[in-house]
């Protein structure tokens, strides 16, 4: 997962437009909600049916709301050494 996810997320050219769209989405609900109009979820809807919609909005809810706990009860955020260890053990190395 982490060497197929990690470029995506470091360049997001190299999204698919379905991820570039759940990635526009999570974006919007961590950072301008309001953003999300009537407009933007017929765009969404062009890559995700109601159901797909709905999941995602809880994932992105629920780690939205882990970060802010988090961030809350002062705990680290997980350091670039520590995805590096993800993506190696992800490949065998």
């Not at 995506?8 to 379905?18: A, F, G, Q, Y």
């Not at 995700?48 to 909005?57: R, T």
């Amino acid at each position: 997962m982490y060497e197929e996810l990690l470029p995506k997320l470091e360049d997001v050219s190299r999204c698919t437009p379905r991820e570039r769209a759940a990635l526009d989405f999570a974006d919007r609900l961590a950072g301008d909600h309001t953003s999300i109009d009537d407009a933007f979820m017929r765009g969404l809807h062009a890559h995700f049916d109601d159901a797909e919609i709905v999941e995602l909005g809880f994932v992105t809810g629920a780690f939205l709301m882990l970060g802010r706990l988090h961030r809350a009860f002062g705990v680290a955020a997980m350091s670039a050494a520590t995805h590096t260890l993800f993506a190696e053990g992800a490949r065998g190395d």
